[in-house]
Structure formats: structure tokens, C-alpha cells
């Protein structure tokens, strides 16, 4: 019985020993969970407005850079920072005074989404521009979109400006280490709103 016994402890402690090397071996969390959210219409979209069995008031608009749009029976509605389904059912409302029971669906073609939404990449980029955010866009992807940075960029001194719970933030970026050294730890993740300024270079 004692011999049994021992055998237990022992298969106990192997697999404590086992668990615990598990546990070191776990990726760590991520510094911060990405944004998340239905893609909201801003200024510079372009909607395609459906209004069921009413193709005379069925059309695709632009939205203002004002944040509005304006429809053959609708003058001036406000599109900006409101999902497709939310502009939607707002145009059935405003619709349903010359229609009986609009059924309208929205669907937007082109984006770039409100300003609040935007990155805006500033400096020594090849091409300098404000890009609408994507869900999980990271450091890289915006990197691509402007061209990558020119040959009087200080990379690794770049930055990305940041606001968070009302407070700016200041956050370094090793753009040379993640382009040149392909060194994908300096490709952190991009949060709506950022602004990132890539300095110039001073020999």
C-alpha cells in the first residue's frame, strides 16, 4: 500500500512540474484589445441607397464633406458616424412621408470613414495621407499604403500620436527595425485616430 502511495505522490509531482512549464510556455496577452464595431459612414463615402419597388428614388450619392447626403426626396440628412443600418432605417423615416412603408437598404462602395476614424500618417512617408482605419490594421499595413518612407526618414525615431481616454499619448515605433531588419516585433497594432509623424533625418 505504502509502495502505491509513493507512486501517486510522484506521478502528482511530475505533473505539477508538467503543468507549471505549460504555463511559462503561454504566449503573453496582448498589450491591448483591438477596437471592435460596425464600420461607420463618414465623410467622402459612397452609398448605394436601395429603396425596395421605388427604383425612381433608388441611387448612389457621395457624402458631403459636410457629413450629409442629399436624395431626390430627402434634402440634407446627416450620414457621418452612423453604420449603413442606421442611415438606413433614418432615410425610412424621412422617405415615409411621401412613401408608404419604405423598405430601404444601404450599402456603402467606397470608404473612408469619419475623420474621428482615420490615420493620418504625416513627415517623411513617400506618400503622406490620411488612410481609413481597417479592423486589426497594424504599423506595416499602413506602412504599405503610404509607399513606405523616404531615404531622409529617421525611422526609429517615428512616433504614433495618440488619444486615449481623453489624453494624448506619445508612443516611439522602430520603423527602420521593422522595414530594413524585417523585424516584425516593432509592428504594433494601429488604433483609429492615430497619427503617425516620421521625422526627417538630420546628418
Given at each position: 500500500?505504502?509502495?502505491?502511495?509513493?507512486?501517486?505522490?510522484?506521478?502528482?509531482?511530475?505533473?505539477?512540474?508538467?503543468?507549471?512549464?505549460?504555463?511559462?510556455?503561454?504566449?503573453?496577452?496582448?498589450?491591448?484589445p483591438?477596437?471592435?464595431?460596425?464600420y461607420?459612414?463618414?465623410?467622402?463615402?459612397?452609398?448605394?441607397?436601395?429603396?425596395?419597388?421605388?427604383?425612381?428614388?433608388?441611387?448612389?450619392?457621395?457624402?458631403?464633406?459636410?457629413?450629409?447626403i442629399?436624395?431626390?426626396?430627402?434634402?440634407d440628412?446627416?450620414?457621418?458616424?452612423?453604420?449603413?443600418?442606421?442611415?438606413?432605417?433614418?432615410?425610412?423615416?424621412?422617405?415615409?412621408k411621401f412613401?408608404?412603408?419604405?423598405?430601404?437598404?444601404?450599402?456603402?462602395?467606397s470608404?473612408?470613414?469619419?475623420?474621428?476614424?482615420?490615420i493620418r500618417?504625416?513627415?517623411?512617408?513617400?506618400?503622406?495621407?490620411?488612410?481609413?482605419?481597417?479592423?486589426?490594421?497594424?504599423?506595416?499595413?499602413?506602412?504599405?499604403?503610404?509607399?513606405?518612407?523616404?531615404?531622409?526618414?529617421?525611422?526609429?525615431?517615428?512616433?504614433?500620436?495618440?488619444?486615449?481616454?481623453?489624453k494624448?499619448?506619445?508612443?516611439?515605433?522602430?520603423?527602420?527595425?521593422?522595414?530594413?531588419?524585417?523585424d516584425?516585433?516593432?509592428n504594433?497594432?494601429?488604433?483609429?485616430g492615430?497619427?503617425?509623424?516620421?521625422?526627417?533625418?538630420?546628418?
Open positions: 500500500m505504502n509502495q502505491h502511495r509513493r507512486k501517486i505522490f510522484a506521478a502528482s509531482i511530475l505533473y505539477g512540474l508538467l503543468s507549471g512549464c505549460a504555463t511559462r510556455r503561454e504566449a503573453p496577452a496582448p498589450e491591448e483591438p477596437p471592435s464595431g460596425d461607420l459612414v463618414g465623410p467622402g463615402d459612397t452609398v448605394n441607397i436601395i429603396v425596395w419597388r421605388n427604383p425612381e428614388v433608388s441611387l448612389t450619392v457621395a457624402v458631403r464633406p459636410d457629413g450629409k442629399t436624395t431626390p426626396l430627402v434634402e440628412l446627416p450620414a457621418s458616424g452612423k453604420t449603413s443600418t442606421q442611415l438606413a432605417r433614418d432615410i425610412e423615416k424621412a422617405l415615409g412613401i408608404q412603408q419604405p423598405v430601404v437598404t444601404v450599402i456603402v462602395t470608404f473612408a470613414g469619419p475623420y474621428s476614424e482615420q500618417v504625416i513627415g517623411e512617408a513617400a506618400k503622406p495621407q490620411a488612410l481609413p482605419y481597417r479592423l486589426g490594421m497594424s504599423l506595416m499595413d499602413v506602412l504599405i499604403a503610404v509607399g513606405g518612407v523616404t531615404d531622409f526618414a529617421a525611422g526609429n525615431k517615428a512616433s504614433i500620436i495618440r488619444v486615449k481616454n481623453g494624448q499619448q506619445k508612443l516611439g515605433v522602430r520603423l527602420d527595425d521593422l522595414l530594413k531588419d524585417g516584425i516585433s516593432a504594433v497594432s494601429m488604433r483609429p492615430d497619427v503617425l509623424l516620421i521625422p526627417e533625418s538630420f546628418f
